[in-house]
């Protein structure tokens, strides 16, 4: 008698789904993954791996170490969507920190990819392991001044001279810190992974489906949708909560409680064609919240940036950070920022918020001032498990045996969210002992430059943004 297939749900298809229902799929397990979106992959704004967490002064060590495995994890999981270029860590002189505080936690970050490169020769995905991180003095700074500009940088020194040219350098501390830090791109991760998912015969993706009510009956979950208008319903084993920011509805639709954050907020997408060379990431610290906000300068080919800024009248927004309640496990945010979600910006607003983000950097840059906004910000609600809003490794929490929750707060954490569900299905008897972190997704290698490129600027295109976002920064050689 054949035995009865074990069928096992994820709700959500961003970059916690979808890359749950890869992994799983690839296991052999039988998943159908439910998005509301056209495509997947289509929520906040990601561009960066935090790989060792060096852009947040305020985590732990313990945060940065388990940010930098993942990170590492997740370079080998999805290489088509990296962008290889490091990035730049800069201390303002007004500043209330140290560019000397980050030195201790990069020496630590440095001996652990050390560690991490002799248990496994291809974790060595960050560069050279002794080029981790690199200072430079002002001095340093004065002599790169005098060299021109390099359309593709081979070595640390080469990323540097845009900066040596273009940055206020007498508002800054020193050393300035140079880190083998890299940018993900969002667009080619999704093509990535829809084209990955749909090699794969036991995986069902349903895009443009609304999930409306589950309900858990005898152990197995009843899930109906709507989908092209029509109402349907189907049976389950076992349920993967990737909601993302309203992971609390599905929560409530099954009755149970649980205490999360989640925040609004937004980056910017701007074109400066001032510069001449290709610009490494760079990170202007400041508090969090104040004027002074951190500075995020995102590169991306073609003379397009991407801003975040720390601020009030940036990033962050007034209200938009809420909590879940006593009554209800899904946080409530003001219908201002549903709206942003659901329907888009007015043209007021891109202009205002994106004209002040463009302010915000130019205090660092000041030919960036002549920056011009190119489109809608690139926005979306992220969800932070229990009360702590600087948490940033997080990955999943369990109801029972059959229901999971995906509750990461970066990318990077995917891959060992999806080893904990895996365990749990091991447990269940539907996975043998083996598949426990059994990683071995060849697959990706299968797949073509040309058709991750065509479905990525298709994506870009679809969301009504430049197609040069879908596009990968210079990949320099091993520095």
């Known amino acids: 008698m054949q035995k009865e297939l074990f069928r096992v749900a994820v709700v959500g298809g961003g970059v916690a789904g979808s890359s749950v229902a890869l992994y799983l799929s690839e296991l052999g397990v039988d998943v159908t993954l439910f998005e509301k979106s056209k495509s997947l992959v289509s929520g906040p704004p990601i561009c960066h791996l935090h790989a060792g967490g060096n852009l947040y002064r305020d985590i732990s060590d313990e945060q940065c170490l388990t940010l930098l495995k993942e990170s590492i994890e997740l370079i080998r999981l999805y290489p088509q969507a990296i962008d290889y270029r490091p990035t730049v860590i800069a201390v303002p002189k007004e500043d209330s920190g140290s560019a000397s505080d980050l030195f201790s936690r990069l020496e630590l970050l440095q001996k652990e990819y050390k560690k991490l490169i002799e248990e496994d020769a291809a974790n060595r995905v960050l560069g050279d392991p002794e080029l981790y991180y690199k200072l430079f ?14 359309t593709h940088p081979q070595t640390l020194e080469e990323w540097m001279i845009p ?6 350098l007498e508002k800054l501390q020193y050393p300035l810190v140079m880190v083998q830090e890299y940018g993900i791109n969002i667009f080619r991760l999704g093509a990535t992974v829809s084209l990955w998912l749909a090699k794969n015969k036991n995986a069902t993706i349903f895009t443009q489906t609304e999930v409306k009510d589950v309900k858990e009956e005898n152990g197995r979950f009843l899930i109906e949708y709507e989908q092209e208008g029509e109402c349907k319903e189907q049976v389950f084993d076992y349920l993967i909560n990737a909601a993302g920011f309203r992971s609390g509805e599905i929560d409530d639709m099954l009755g149970l409680r649980r205490e999360r954050l989640v925040e609004f907020k937004a980056a910017y997408v701007t074109k ?15 508090e969090r919240g104040t004027p002074r906000g951190m500075a995020q300068f995102t590169p991306y080919p073609d003379g397009y940036f991407q801003l975040h800024g720390m601020t009030k009248n940036v990033t962050l927004f007034s209200d938009g950070l809420v909590k879940s309640s006593p009554n209800s496990a899904q946080p409530k945010l003001p219908p201002l920022f549903l709206s942003k979600i659901e329907k888009g910006w007015s043209k007021e607003a891109v202009k205002e918020r994106t004209s002040s983000a463009i302010k915000h950097m130019s205090q660092f840059i ?9 489109s809608q910000p690139l926005y979306g609600a992220q969800q932070i498990p229990g009360e702590d809003a600087s948490l940033r490794a997080a990955d999943i929490s369990f109801e029972g045996e059959r229901y999971a929750r995906c509750e990461i707060v970066k990318a990077s954490s995917v891959l060992n969210m999806a080893d904990h569900i895996a365990k749990s299905l091991i447990g269940l008897g539907v996975l043998p002992k083996e598949s426990y972190k059994k990683r071995d997704f060849s697959a ?4 073509k430059e040309e058709d991750i490129q065509r479905v990525a600027e298709s994506s870009a295109k679809s969301r009504s943004y430049p197609k040069s976002l879908a596009n990968r920064c210079f990949r320099s050689i091993d520095v």
């Open 272 to 286: 400066c064609e001032a510069f001449k060379g290709s610009w490494p990431e760079v990170i202007f610290h400041g």
């Open 163 to 168: 900066l040596s040219h273009h940055i206020e």
């Open 366 to 374: 000041p030919v960036f001032s002549n920056a011009k906004i190119m």
């Open 444 to 447: 990706h290698s299968s797949l």
């Open 137 to 150: 003095s002002y001095e340093d700074m004065l002599a790169l001044k005098e060299r021109e500009e390099v």
